[in-house]
């Protein structure tokens, strides 16, 4: 199994919809959570953090459920722009090591 | 400021050949990661220099070997190549001296194995 796990999708939805990518990780020493976003054939960048109180930026949404090991992203009023591929990323606090679940494709239509 | 480098941009090699790859971290990094991504899926943690020493190494062999300088840059180097090795190769810098913890990545190398 897995350490971070993804649907990997592609989710295609229409541009000013509303999507959710969920991600789980089994190893309970993981104290650090992130969304990267990688674009085709280019380097993940660090779309948010995750913090336990849920947080926002903007039109993403992102929450955590220690109990469950369970991280999700929400988009709102997707844009064309927003097509890529959501990386969910796990941090265990002896290190800096990061550990990727295998990514999402979202696919934004006009 | 320049972000993290790496070079080259793409390489191709035949099997059992050795590769090096190279990375200069963002300007004020210490700490360099190098991570490998198979088409199709997330990155793996090959391992981590700091202070000119590997720090943490992921589930890699160890035909797979590094190298810090005193400038910080890094290499990368991967012996007795095989096909599977080809992927995109990432390299990521952070500041642990500095407790910037957060990872800025290059554009990567990619390496094709024939």
């Known amino acids: 199994r897995k350490e971070v796990e993804q649907d990997p999708g592609p989710f295609n939805v229409p541009e000013g919809a509303t999507v959710a990518f969920n991600c789980t990780y089994s190893?309970?020493?993981?104290?650090?959570f992130f969304w990267y976003r990688q674009d085709c054939r280019k380097e993940p960048k660090l779309l948010m953090s995750v913090y336990s109180s849920g947080n926002e930026d903007g039109r993403f949404t992102a929450q955590l459920n220690r109990a469950s090991q369970y991280i999700s992203l929400l988009i709102r009023d997707s844009k064309l722009s927003d097509s890529a591929t959501y990386l969910c990323v796990v941090k265990r606090n002896a290190g800096n090591m990061l550990t990727f679940g295998g990514g999402t494709r979202l696919m934004v239509k006009p | 400021d320049a972000g993290v480098t790496q070079s080259p941009t793409h390489l191709i090699k035949t099997r059992g050949q050795q590769v090096t790859l190279r990375c200069s971290p963002k300007?004020?990094?210490?700490?360099v990661s190098w991570y490998q991504q198979a088409l199709g899926q997330g990155p793996q943690f090959i391992f981590q220099?700091?202070?000119?020493?590997?720090?943490q190494r992921g589930n890699f062999p160890d035909r797979f070997s590094g190298h810090q300088f005193p400038n910080y840059s890094s290499e990368l180097n991967v012996n007795a190549l095989l096909l599977g090795d080809s992927a995109l190769y990432l390299c990521?810098?952070?500041?642990?001296?500095?407790?910037?913890?957060?990872?800025?990545f290059g554009p990567g190398t990619r390496l094709t194995v024939t």
């Open positions: 300007s004020g990094h210490d700490t």
């Open positions: 190893n309970s020493a993981s104290q650090s």
């Open positions: 220099y700091y202070e000119e020493e590997e720090r």
């Open positions: 990521a810098s952070s500041s642990l001296s500095g407790g910037l913890y957060e990872q800025y």
